[in-house]
Structures are given as C-alpha cells and as structure tokens.
Nanobody, 119 residues
Framework: QVQLVESGGGLVQPGGSLRLSCAASGFTFSTYAMSWYRQAPGKERELVAVISSAGGITNYGGSVKGRFTITRDNAKNTAYLQMNNLTPEDTAVYYC????????????WGQGTQVTVSS
C-alpha cells in the first residue's frame, strides 16, 4: 500500500517559518524524485520544489526561491520542505508528490496539509 503522509502544516504569522514533512511507504523511496506542490482556493496547483532521488539536484518555483528549501532523508523515507519568511501568499494546501525516475513514470500523491499564513 503506497502512502505519502504530509505533516507540519498549521497557522503561522507572516515572517514565520514552518517545516513540512512527507513520510513515504510502500515503494522504493530512494528511486523516486520528490516534489512539493501547493494549491490555494481558486488557483491552479503549482510546483513549489523538486529534489532528485539522491538529493543532488533541486529546483524551485520562482515565488519561493530563496525562502524555501527541499531536502530528503532516504534512510528515513522522508522528504521535507523548510519554509522561511512566510507571507500570506504562501497560504495553500501543500501536497507531496513522488515520481519514479525510470519508466513507467509512476506518480503518487499525498492528501495534503494546510498552511495558513495570517496575522
């Protein structure tokens, strides 16, 4: 049974920080690229960050570059998203995504965790 379980979301004030975690099970985590996406009400789901299977390559969406950091710990089957200097525009449901780096390109999604940035 494949599972991606996000945690760490919540309410934070502007300028604050949160660290999201994505705990994976049921597949070979170390062979999958991991990504974080987010979706706000009425908005399209957007890529936040992606990290390659071994952690050697990372990319970020332009709106979070310089503020967010994606990491992974393959020994713990967990991916993380460190979010700093949060603004109300970061308010969204954050989703964890796993994508197999070889064919077939299997994709798994978590159910999401709510992040609300408000004073």
């Amino acid at each position: 049974q494949v599972q991606l379980v996000e945690s760490g979301g919540g309410l934070v004030q502007p300028g604050g920080s949160l660290r999201l975690s994505c705990a994976a099970s049921g597949f070979t985590f170390s062979t999958y690229a991991m990504s974080w996406y987010r979706q706000a009400p009425g908005k399209e789901r957007e890529l936040v960050a992606v990290i390659s299977s071994a952690g050697g390559i990372t990319n970020y969406g332009g709106s979070v570059k310089g503020r967010f950091t994606i990491t992974r710990d393959n020994a713990k089957n967990t991916a993380y998203l460190q979010m700093n200097n949060l603004t109300p525009e970061d308010t969204a449901v954050y989703y964890c995504k796993a994508e197999r780096e070889s064919l077939p390109r299997l994709i798994w999604w978590g159910q999401g965790t709510q992040v609300t940035v408000s004073s």
